[in-house]
């Protein structure tokens, strides 16, 4: 929605407004998370990335497959034994 026009919605009703992407004229914002956090590698132009852990994770998973693959994980203290 154009700017104009949220803030004449906003002003005319007394329910708050929500936008996305409707400009600072709505009572609140909306933002996918995932957008935020910088999972989206192509996130739309009207996103504001607020952190970037896509490489986090990515590196976390590939260092997971690595020991699992390697046999590193799990080690004798992370396997459930039976109890004697």
Same mark, same amino acid.
């Given at each position: 929605?154009?700017? +104009? ?13 929500? #936008? *996305?992407?409707?400009?600072? /004229? ?14 989206? +590698? ?13 490489? #986090? *994770?990515?590196?976390?998973? /590939? ?22």
């Amino acid at each position: 929605m154009v700017e +104009p026009l949220a803030a004449q919605i906003s002003k005319e009703i007394e329910i708050p407004t929500i #936008g *996305i992407r409707a400009s600072t /004229e709505c009572d609140g914002q909306i933002l996918v998370l995932e957008d935020m956090l910088g999972l989206n +590698p192509n996130p739309p132009k009207f996103v504001e990335q607020y952190g970037n852990i896509l490489q #986090g *994770i990515e590196d976390a998973v /590939e260092r997971y497959a690595k020991d699992v693959k390697s046999r590193a994980f799990p080690t004798k203290d992370q396997t459930y034994q039976v109890k004697k």
